[in-house]
Nanobody
Framework: QLQASGGGLVQPGGSLRLSCAAS????????VGWFRQAPGKEREFVAA????????FYADSVKGRFTISKDNAKNTVYLQVNSLKPEDTAVYYC??????????????????WGQGTPVTVSS
């Protein structure tokens, strides 16, 4: 199971750290990704990290502002979101995949989803 948290209301230019806590057989995870869905829009890829931590992937729209990382001891994946913009407003979801895949950037690449945590960027 995946439990996302850390969302909230923040002013433009602000920061948040989103957390995705994994429980159960985490040893069977190949990768964890973050997605977001803004009102009236489709869910889109944000970032992903392999469970080994060796590889990370980012959407072009968040490169240089967002950082994905993981804490093995806590079985938690973090998404540090900096320099937030109003267009980053969305519900953020984390998802996991059990087996290797050459693609980690689409909704279909993941087979387990957590509930979302809302992020609102507004002055």
């Amino acid at each position: 199971q995946l439990q996302a948290s850390g969302g909230g209301l923040v002013q433009p230019g602000g920061s948040l750290r989103l957390s995705c806590a994994a429980s159960g057989r985490t040893s069977s995870h190949y990768a964890v990704g973050w997605f977001r869905q803004a009102p009236g829009k489709e869910r889109e890829f944000v970032a992903a990290i392999t469970w080994s931590g060796f590889s990370t992937f980012y959407a072009d729209s968040v490169k240089g502002r967002f950082t994905i990382s993981k804490d093995n001891a806590k079985n938690t994946v973090y998404l540090q979101v900096n320099s937030l913009k109003p267009e980053d407003t969305a519900v953020y979801y984390c998802a996991s995949r059990r087996y290797y895949s050459s693609s980690l950037t689409t909704n279909q690449d993941y087979d387990n989803w957590g509930q979302g945590t809302p992020v609102t960027v507004s002055s």
